[in-house]
């Protein structure tokens, strides 16, 4: 692993190597494209399942496609800062829950508080849809964070698919809502896709690359942003990549050496970094799209250097 403030964990290459050969083998590939094969990869389940050890509710706020609603996690004892969480799920399948034992190791670990976010899903919600409810669920985390958890800092996290909204989100509320910007003291950013027209990285996959081969990344995009071309997609509003991104909150970039979107982080926190912000960079060996949540003993170490991350960035 490779960072720019040279924390080091120890990840277990022969785990990640044994998962990837499992994935190799036994990984099944639905057509996204079709609703059969969406339903299908829907019923799926990749995350780790872990007992949690912390408080869990659901809230229900109003949203611009209805009732939105919210999933939150809370330490016992007095809350450091509010983390609002945006799952993945290639924009169209996905649901809170299975952010569960990471922001409940947050929560125990960190004095976090996670607010989840369950987002409308493409194709039957396109973009901007997830955006609209993400921007709506984080001003509600802002407006009532004092009253609900008795702080009012603030954190955002976002892997994969929830990495890209987690970006467009923070720089909508820049732009729209600055008040609510600087109060948001740290980003996480877990292999997210900051160009949908396709980096060089993603560009080179092909049938056989891991948990993302070509015509999944290619049907989740077509799902997400529909009847758009590349040049199109390469809109700041729709790829962060390309917009102005001065003003930002420090930003811990995470992804595994073998994802197809490795150089959306790359690049993502280069221009960061380049911008003027702090950015940190975690490039994890053999670790493919997900591996943090196939891989037991790896995943243990992402999440322990994210809550350390998020720890040393709430005591500056």
């Known amino acids: 692993?490779?960072?720019?403030?040279?924390?080091?964990?120890?990840?277990?290459?022969?785990?990640?190597?044994?998962?990837?050969?499992?994935?190799?083998?036994?990984?099944?590939?639905?057509?996204?494209?079709?609703s059969e094969g969406l339903a299908l990869i829907r019923g799926m389940d990749y995350a780790l399942s872990r007992d949690l050890n912390q408080s869990v509710s659901?809230?229900?706020?109003?949203?611009?496609?209805?009732?939105?609603?919210?999933?939150?996690?809370?330490?016992?004892?007095?809350?450091?800062?509010?983390?609002?969480?945006?799952?993945?799920?290639?924009?169209?399948?996905?649901?809170?829950?299975?952010?569960?034992w990471i922001n409940d190791y947050y929560a125990e670990h960190s004095q976090i508080a996670t607010v989840s976010i369950d987002y409308r899903l493409a194709p039957e919600n396109p973009f901007p849809a997830p955006v609209e409810d993400c921007l709506t669920g984080a001003l509600w985390v802002a407006q009532n964070a004092v009253a609900e958890f008795g702080t009012d800092r603030l954190l955002l996290h976002g892997a994969s698919a929830g990495g890209h909204i987690a970006a467009v989100t923070l720089l909508r509320l820049r732009d729209e809502y600055?008040?609510?910007?600087?109060?948001?003291?740290?980003?996480?950013?877990?292999?997210?896709?900051?160009?949908?027209?396709?980096?060089?990285?993603?560009?080179?996959?092909?049938?056989?690359?891991?948990?993302?081969?070509?015509?999944?990344?290619?049907?989740?995009?077509?799902?997400?942003?529909?009847?758009?071309?590349?040049?199109?997609?390469?809109?700041?509003?729709?790829?962060?990549?390309?917009?102005?991104?001065?003003?930002l909150p420090p930003a811990l970039f995470t992804v595994g050496s073998l994802d197809p979107l490795l150089d959306d982080s790359l690049f993502m926190s280069a221009r960061w970094q380049a911008a003027g912000n702090h950015a940190d960079l975690d490039v994890w060996p053999n670790g493919v799209h997900g591996f943090n949540n196939m891989a037991p003993k790896t995943g243990r170490a992402v999440v322990e250097r994210i809550s350390s991350w998020f720890n040393a960035r709430l005591a500056a």
């Not at 209805?66 to 800062?81: N, Q, S, T, Y």
């Not at 799902?223 to 809109?235: I, K, M, S, V, W």
């Open 58 to 100: 659901e809230r229900t706020i109003p949203g611009p496609g209805g009732d939105l609603k919210l999933r939150i996690i809370r330490p016992e004892g007095p809350i450091k800062a509010v983390m609002i969480d945006i799952h993945g799920g290639g924009w169209c399948l996905g649901t809170p829950q299975e952010d569960d």
């Open 178 to 247: 600055p008040e609510v910007a600087e109060r948001i003291a740290a980003v996480s950013l877990v292999y997210g896709s900051y160009d949908v027209s396709g980096v060089p990285s993603r560009r080179q996959a092909d049938h056989n690359t891991l948990v993302l081969p070509v015509h999944w990344i290619n049907g989740f995009v077509d799902n997400a942003f529909p009847g758009l071309d590349g040049e199109q997609r390469r809109d700041p509003s729709i790829s962060p990549l390309f917009a102005k991104l001065d003003n």
């Open 1 to 34: 692993m490779t960072s720019s403030d040279g924390f080091v964990p120890n990840p277990d290459l022969a785990e990640l190597a044994a998962v990837n050969k499992q994935l190799a083998e036994t990984m099944q590939y639905p057509d996204v494209t079709t």
